[in-house]
Structure formats: C-alpha cells, structure tokens
C-alpha cells in the first residue's frame, strides 16, 4: 500500500496530542485547586478580580517569600518554578517595575533550561504554558501556578499508547479502506505539599 499523504501517522500524531492536552487537563483540574492563592493587583477574591487587576514583579516576589516562609523544597539550584499564560508572559513584560527579570541566555547554567521556560523573577524560573485552564468570573481569570521540588505528583499506571486498527475486509468496507486509531492512558494527580504551591490569579490585557 502507497499513500502520498500518510494518513495514519499523522492521525496517530494528531490523538496523542489530544491525549497529551487531555492529561495536562486532568493534572491542572488537581493542582489548580490548591488552597493557597495570591490576587494581583487591588483585588481581595477571583470575583473582586477586574480587567485592571493584571499580573507584576510583585507577585512573583510574593509568591517566592510565602513559599521561603512555608519552608517549601527549593529545586536542585534554590529556585522555585512557575507555570505562566502566554498573556501573564506579555503583561510581565510590559510592567516597567520588573527589575529582576533575568533571562535565559543570562544563566550561570543555561544548558540546564526547561522546555518553555523563558527567564526568571523573583528566584521563580518562569515557563511559558499556552494550555493553562482559565475560570470564569467577573472577568476571565487566570492563574499562574508558583511551586516547590514534590508540591504535586503524578502517578503512572499505564503509559500513553496509541492504538491502530489492522486493515481488514468486511461486508461494510469490502476493500479494507477503512482504519481506527485511539490511544488510552491510566494514571493520577495529587497534590502532596499545599505549602509548596502558590496560585497568582490575575486579569490579562486584551491583545486580540
């Protein structure tokens, strides 16, 4: 069998990619329920949050002396790391305060950089995360998780596999043209240390 376009690789690609945002989804929905939160800006609760309650330095340096003060695990380093919103990314670009902002090609170690991450403030290692959950309120809310070395765990029960079905001639489909491909997965999510975790919920500018 020749196909130009090979169908079945790239819908394979295709569902272990959902998959992969499905599990990202999964683990989100347990840590981003956590019970320590910081609201930028004036802002008292997710509902009080409003569209000028936008995310800054501050935050970062907040969230880096609640976690000192909790004694939560730093990772190999001293450091702390954080999961931010593309739009949270703009913002922290855009605050004129952020004086402690180091980037990356900045490190004393830069071989040793995350995928996404993008620098670091307020000794937080900032990395860039597109798929994170938003909630609704007032305005939409979203949150940018800070946390230490073991804050939350994933359990593996099985890995992620993609199934494909062989080719095989039926009364419906008497010239086998016709394949199936899925893919399961079994494993947990579970927050293991409240103190190492620190949620910073914000607004974001409208940029689109």
Do not use: C
């Not at 956590?34 to 997710?46: C, D, L």
């Not at 969230?63 to 999961?83: D, S, V, W």
Request: negative net charge.
């Amino acid at each position: 069998e020749f196909n130009v376009i090979d169908f079945l690789k790239g819908a394979a690609m295709a569902v272990g990619a959902a998959m992969a945002r499905k599990i990202d989804e999964v683990i989100q929905t347990e840590i981003m329920a956590g019970t320590n939160v910081t609201y930028s800006g004036n802002a008292t609760s997710r509902a009080t949050i409003d569209a000028a309650d936008l995310i800054d330095a501050d935050d970062f340096n907040i969230a880096n002396a609640l976690l000192e003060a909790r004694y939560a695990p730093k990772f190999e380093g001293g450091h702390y790391m954080g999961f931010v919103h593309p739009y949270q990314v703009y913002d922290l670009r855009s605050d004129t305060s952020t004086g402690n902002w180091l980037e990356v090609n900045k490190y004393v170690t830069p071989d040793k950089i995350f995928k996404g991450e993008i620098g670091m403030l307020s000794n937080v290692r900032i990395v860039m995360a597109p798929f994170i959950q938003t909630f609704s309120s007032t305005v939409t809310v979203y949150p940018a998780l800070v946390f230490g070395k073991g804050a939350y765990g994933v359990a593996d029960f099985q890995s992620l596999r993609t199934y494909v079905t062989p080719a095989v001639a039926s009364d419906s489909d008497p010239l086998a043209q016709r394949r199936k491909v899925g893919a399961k997965i079994a494993f947990g999510a579970k927050r293991l240390q409240e103190a190492a975790m620190e949620r910073i919920e914000s607004a974001v500018t409208s940029i689109t």
